[in-house]
């Protein structure tokens, strides 16, 4: 089965930069689409960034400009660098990826989620 592992949160300052990681790992699947979602204490879990196999992006209005994320299609690999960090940014980051196998309905998969602390 698909399994998602991330990597890269931690604590920050504020104006400072972050680099996450998340590798989809398994075999005989394919993966459409992946990208990053966040929860901060007291509010719903919301998207910050999405990218297809064929490389459109979606962000969230909040982190336009200050977030770029990317993909190694190879490497079942996306990536959200992170920059210009604000308090209003922490929360915990969860890796989504949809994909699945063949002959078989496709789903959304998601990893452990990872913190990220933006703290003077």
Known sequence: QVQLVESG?????????LRLSCAASGSGFSINRMGWYRQAPG??????ATITSGGTTNY??????RF????????????????????EDTAVYYCNAYGGY?????????GQGTQVTVSS
């Open 68 to 87: 770029t994320i990317s993909r190694d299609n190879a490497k079942n690999t996306v990536y959200l660098e992170m920059n210009s960090l604000k308090p």
């Open 9 to 17: 949160g931690g604590l920050v300052q504020p104006g400072g930069s």
């Open 43 to 48: 509010k719903q879990r919301e998207l910050v």
């Open 102 to 110: 063949a002959y078989r309905p496709w789903i959304d998969y998601w």
């Open 60 to 65: 969230v209005d909040s982190v336009k400009g």
